[in-house]
């Protein structure tokens, strides 16, 4: 690297990874297996996503393939409604929900606020065979003939009309989501509980309160996504007629119900990345977070508002104009917190001392895409302009730029920024910094076509369309290629660097977090003793003193 | 010329979109939506599904096509079916013997349907209601819940026996039903085409038989 670059490692000549730390503690599958350790957990659900994203990655790019021509000619209809459902279920229940919270979220979070585990260990192990369940679940749905419902599962096409697997995706996605709700309840008991002497409410590290408020959606909203997949199960099976109208029922009670749950999702889904995002902004322009009060109060904001905007899904759905109303200006109060966080870095990076490492691209990569993901979702959420966008490709384009464009973005931004902390090793740079570039221009050229093919009017879930509309989705697939490349780059440099990447040290990022003043890998117990803490989050003053008396808690 | 839509569907969620008239509506099953456009400039527009509907979802698919008042009036000429859902209507009222009750006679059974489209109700129950589309149609399929004041809940229901398509048509029929002196006397239903109408209603072709000329009437062009 240049002069612009803030990495400090170790004398690599001698530096050593230390010999007593959590991957090294114990050895054997039990040892994993049977853990208690947070790290250890949050390895094993990175392991598990990472097999789940990549099977819903290349079930993105079937379809992809499958609109390359107008024509349904590379898989029949029913094939295809079948990948695109599944490509959504594994990504939505499986990749997005548990993503940052279950793997960086479960690694970081106690460390963070100076504690040696999340409050329930054992709930932790739980939660991720939940999850290990829920997704056997899916692969089976996938392997025995597939489900065709969507992932939103709309009544009465999945209770009455389908003949696919609709129960086996529904028990999945039901035990997932304990898994989740099991993951958010351990994360909050442990920010209430576990903090470490000095750690107040307002000196937690912004990582924490994103994911706190994600939590509180997790715990509160996915009991009704439950309730909602078992009155499906039940009106399929029994025919209890709840969503019925010939029965006395009323479909649109599903939408609420689904809604209500799965709008919040989406702010599950994309506040811990806004947490990591806040670190790594943090970290690089080696500033303070402008505004920490204002950036922290705004993710509870956002889970608050998040539980009243369900019904901006159901516009043209027959629901009263009046209501389409009050929940169209909802959606746009949503906004302001959201916004709140976007000016918010853009303040951090104002006269901060920025470089340009992986995470900091991606970070970059993040603030533009999800700006435009979430500027669009204004679109949406206007009622006149919504009747002509939504159930387009322009919501479909939409949702990619805030869950991909966003949320996967701040997902590897984390992933780049912590992996010296998680495995005591660096990944390489340069390759790292084109794998970022090469990510943001394919998702650029694939998703960008889809907001102007949604203009035109171009329906979502058509496996064959106007022959009209065929350049731009050529367009799209072809970047859907490049997107494929800058996924699995990563997968290979950072396995690589398992073995082969330098040695990390205890900080190579100079950073303030509790997380950076502890060995890299942390040892089963994180500290050696309880820290106590005396100053907020982000002092970069108060680690200029630290590195005069240059303490450092390595062990072996 | 204005044209408005009563939407329903008989099985799943469907999707009613214009892309190029910005009009879009979901049809529900089990109740009435509508949706209203204003077609301007002759031609062939896309209508699409867009609530995905199963396993040929993107071919439940057609045309709009907008013609001038003078080919409207020549596809009309040339067209083999020729009937208007009030037509369609009409003859299903006298298949099903509804004129035997409703017949506006002073000893009949069931209350005059002449006018009763828009008008306020009082039902057996004592409740006021408004007869609208969704009522008409609730009132066919559900007689019992729906008994005008004064008259015995002796209809039967005709929920099953009716499909959509043919309860649209009812409610078509009803709505444009002014006097009881049509109600006996044979088919002689010219004055019902669409044309003369302020508005035409039509329906959502719901299932997966749907591909196909839509006409959509045409009144004055602005160019």
């Given at each position: 690297m240049s002069t612009d670059t803030i990495i400090s490692l170790p004398d690599q000549s001698t530096a050593r990874v230390p010999k007593v730390n959590f991957w090294t503690k114990e050895n054997g599958v039990l040892s994993w297996l049977l853990t208690g350790d947070h790290k250890r957990i949050a390895m094993l659900y990175l392991i598990s996503i990472t097999v789940f994203f990549f099977i819903g990655g290349a079930l993105a790019g079937l379809i992809r393939l499958e609109l390359l021509t107008p024509q349904s000619d590379l898989m029949a209809t029913d094939t295809y409604n079948k990948v695109f459902t599944m490509h959504g279920v594994i990504m939505v229940f499986l990749f997005l929900v548990p993503s940052v919270p279950a793997t960086l979220g479960n690694f970081l979070i106690p460390i963070m606020i100076g504690a040696k585990d999340l409050a329930l260990p054992k709930i932790n192990l739980l939660s991720w065979y939940l999850y290990v369940a829920g997704g056997i679940t899916v692969l089976y749905t996938m392997i025995s003939g597939g489900v065709d419902t969507g992932w939103t599962f709309t009544t009465p096409l999945s209770t009455h009309y389908l003949n696919t697997n609709v129960l086996s995706t529904g028990i999945a996605v039901f035990i997932a989501g304990f898994s989740s709700i099991f993951t958010g309840l351990n994360f909050i008991v442990t920010i209430h509980k576990m903090r470490a002497p000095g750690m107040t409410w307002f000196r937690l590290p912004l990582f924490v309160w994103s994911h706190y408020a994600a939590s509180i959606l997790m715990v509160l909203g996915t009991p009704v996504l439950a309730i909602a997949i078992v009155l499906v199960a039940l009106e399929r099976t029994l025919g209890i007629g709840i969503f019925d109208p010939a029965k006395g029922g009323d479909p649109i009670l599903f939408q609420h119900l689904f809604w209500f749950y799965s709008h919040p999702a989406v702010y599950i889904m994309i506040l811990p990345g806004m947490g990591v995002i806040s670190e790594v902004i943090s970290t690089f322009s080696r500033k303070r977070v402008f505004g920490y009060t204002a950036v922290a109060f705004s993710s509870v904001a956002i889970a608050v508002f998040g539980f009243f905007v369900w019904e901006h899904h159901m516009f043209i759905m027959g629901v009263s104009t009046y209501s389409t109303l009050v929940f169209s200006l909802l959606t746009m109060l949503v906004a302001v917190p959201s916004a709140i966080k976007i000016f918010n870095w853009t303040f951090t990076l104002y006269k901060g001392s920025i470089t340009f490492e992986t995470p900091m691209l991606y970070a970059f990569g993040f603030m533009g895409l999800f700006t435009i993901g979430g500027l669009t979702g204004v679109f949406l959420g206007t009622t006149g302009t919504d009747i002509h966008l939504t159930e387009t490709y322009f919501i479909v384009a939409h949702f990619h730029f805030v869950m991909v464009g966003g949320m996967l973005m701040a997902f590897l931004s984390g992933i780049h920024f912590w992996w010296p902390k998680i495995t005591g090793r660096m990944y390489p740079e340069k390759i790292s910094q084109l794998a970022a570039l090469v990510t943001f221009i394919g998702f650029n050229f694939t998703f960008f076509p889809q907001f102007i093919l949604g203009t035109l009017g171009m329906p979502r879930r058509y496996a064959a369309y106007p022959a009209e509309f065929q350049i731009l989705n050529v367009f799209s697939t072809a970047g859907a290629t490049i997107l494929g490349v800058g996924y699995v780059l990563p997968l290979l440099y950072l396995a690589w660097s398992l073995k082969y990447g330098e040695i990390a040290g205890n900080n190579p990022w100079q950073a303030t977090g509790l997380e950076w003043q502890i060995q890299s890998p942390p040892l089963t117990e994180n500290f050696v003793e309880i820290p106590v803490m005396d100053h907020d989050a982000y002092d970069y003053e108060w680690l200029e003193r630290q590195k005069e008396k240059e303490v450092t808690t390595s062990v072996g | 010329m204005l044209i408005q839509l009563t939407l329903i569907s008989q099985d799943v969620f469907h999707s009613f979109s214009i892309p190029a008239f910005r009009v879009k509506r979901e049809a529900i099953p089990g109740r009435y939506t509508s949706v209203w456009f204003e077609p301007t400039t002759p031609g062939k527009y896309h209508l699409f599904c867009t609530q995905y509907c199963g396993t040929n979802h993107s071919a439940m698919i057609g045309d709009i096509v907008v013609l001038t008042p003078e080919g409207y009036k020549q596809w009309l000429a040339e067209s083999?079916?020729?009937?208007s859902l009030a037509q369609n209507g009409e003859r299903l009222f006298a298949t099903l013997s509804c004129n035997a009750c409703h017949n506006g006679r002073p000893d009949s059974r069931g209350p005059s349907l002449a006018n009763v489209f828009g008008s306020r109700l009082t039902l057996a129950n004592g409740s006021t209601t408004t007869a609208d589309e969704a009522y008409l149609r609730e009132a066919i399929l559900n007689p019992s819940d729906h008994v005008t004041q004064g008259y015995a809940p002796i209809m039967p229901t005709y929920q099953g026996q009716v499909s959509e398509d043919g309860v649209i048509t009812l409610v078509e029929y009803i709505k444009n039903l002014h006097s009881n002196d049509r109600v006996e006397q044979t088919l002689n239903t010219t004055d019902l085409l669409p044309e003369g109408e302020g508005k035409a209603a039509s329906q959502r072709p719901a299932g997966s038989n749907s591909q196909g000329r839509i006409p959509a009437p045409q009144g004055t062009v602005k160019q």
């Amino acid at each position: 690297m240049s002069t612009d670059t803030i990495i400090s490692l170790p004398d690599q000549s001698t530096a050593r990874v230390p010999k007593v730390n959590f991957w090294t503690k114990e050895n054997g599958v039990l040892s994993w297996l049977l853990t208690g350790d947070h790290k250890r957990i949050a390895m094993l659900y990175l392991i598990s996503i990472t097999v789940f994203f990549f099977i819903g990655g290349a079930l993105a790019g079937l379809i992809r393939l499958e609109l390359l021509t107008p024509q349904s000619d590379l898989m029949a209809t029913d094939t295809y409604n079948k990948v695109f459902t599944m490509h959504g279920v594994i990504m939505v229940f499986l990749f997005l929900v548990p993503s940052v919270p279950a793997t960086l979220g479960n690694f970081l979070i106690p460390i963070m606020i100076g504690a040696k585990d999340l409050a329930l260990p054992k709930i932790n192990l739980l939660s991720w065979y939940l999850y290990v369940a829920g997704g056997i679940t899916v692969l089976y749905t996938m392997i025995s003939g597939g489900v065709d419902t969507g992932w939103t599962f709309t009544t009465p096409l999945s209770t009455h009309y389908l003949n696919t697997n609709v129960l086996s995706t529904g028990i999945a996605v039901f035990i997932a989501g304990f898994s989740s709700i099991f993951t958010g309840l351990n994360f909050i008991v442990t920010i209430h509980k576990m903090r470490a002497p000095g750690m107040t409410w307002f000196r937690l590290p912004l990582f924490v309160w994103s994911h706190y408020a994600a939590s509180i959606l997790m715990v509160l909203g996915t009991p009704v996504l439950a309730i909602a997949i078992v009155l499906v199960a039940l009106e399929r099976t029994l025919g209890i007629g709840i969503f019925d109208p010939a029965k006395g029922g009323d479909p649109i009670l599903f939408q609420h119900l689904f809604w209500f749950y799965s709008h919040p999702a989406v702010y599950i889904m994309i506040l811990p990345g806004m947490g990591v995002i806040s670190e790594v902004i943090s970290t690089f322009s080696r500033k303070r977070v402008f505004g920490y009060t204002a950036v922290a109060f705004s993710s509870v904001a956002i889970a608050v508002f998040g539980f009243f905007v369900w019904e901006h899904h159901m516009f043209i759905m027959g629901v009263s104009t009046y209501s389409t109303l009050v929940f169209s200006l909802l959606t746009m109060l949503v906004a302001v917190p959201s916004a709140i966080k976007i000016f918010n870095w853009t303040f951090t990076l104002y006269k901060g001392s920025i470089t340009f490492e992986t995470p900091m691209l991606y970070a970059f990569g993040f603030m533009g895409l999800f700006t435009i993901g979430g500027l669009t979702g204004v679109f949406l959420g206007t009622t006149g302009t919504d009747i002509h966008l939504t159930e387009t490709y322009f919501i479909v384009a939409h949702f990619h730029f805030v869950m991909v464009g966003g949320m996967l973005m701040a997902f590897l931004s984390g992933i780049h920024f912590w992996w010296p902390k998680i495995t005591g090793r660096m990944y390489p740079e340069k390759i790292s910094q084109l794998a970022a570039l090469v990510t943001f221009i394919g998702f650029n050229f694939t998703f960008f076509p889809q907001f102007i093919l949604g203009t035109l009017g171009m329906p979502r879930r058509y496996a064959a369309y106007p022959a009209e509309f065929q350049i731009l989705n050529v367009f799209s697939t072809a970047g859907a290629t490049i997107l494929g490349v800058g996924y699995v780059l990563p997968l290979l440099y950072l396995a690589w660097s398992l073995k082969y990447g330098e040695i990390a040290g205890n900080n190579p990022w100079q950073a303030t977090g509790l997380e950076w003043q502890i060995q890299s890998p942390p040892l089963t117990e994180n500290f050696v003793e309880i820290p106590v803490m005396d100053h907020d989050a982000y002092d970069y003053e108060w680690l200029e003193r630290q590195k005069e008396k240059e303490v450092t808690t390595s062990v072996g | 010329m204005l044209i408005q839509l009563t939407l329903i569907s008989q099985d799943v969620f469907h999707s009613f979109s214009i892309p190029a008239f910005r009009v879009k509506r979901e049809a529900i099953p089990g109740r009435y939506t509508s949706v209203w456009f204003e077609p301007t400039t002759p031609g062939k527009y896309h209508l699409f599904c867009t609530q995905y509907c199963g396993t040929n979802h993107s071919a439940m698919i057609g045309d709009i096509v907008v013609l001038t008042p003078e080919g409207y009036k020549q596809w009309l000429a040339e067209s083999t079916s020729g009937m208007s859902l009030a037509q369609n209507g009409e003859r299903l009222f006298a298949t099903l013997s509804c004129n035997a009750c409703h017949n506006g006679r002073p000893d009949s059974r069931g209350p005059s349907l002449a006018n009763v489209f828009g008008s306020r109700l009082t039902l057996a129950n004592g409740s006021t209601t408004t007869a609208d589309e969704a009522y008409l149609r609730e009132a066919i399929l559900n007689p019992s819940d729906h008994v005008t004041q004064g008259y015995a809940p002796i209809m039967p229901t005709y929920q099953g026996q009716v499909s959509e398509d043919g309860v649209i048509t009812l409610v078509e029929y009803i709505k444009n039903l002014h006097s009881n002196d049509r109600v006996e006397q044979t088919l002689n239903t010219t004055d019902l085409l669409p044309e003369g109408e302020g508005k035409a209603a039509s329906q959502r072709p719901a299932g997966s038989n749907s591909q196909g000329r839509i006409p959509a009437p045409q009144g004055t062009v602005k160019q």
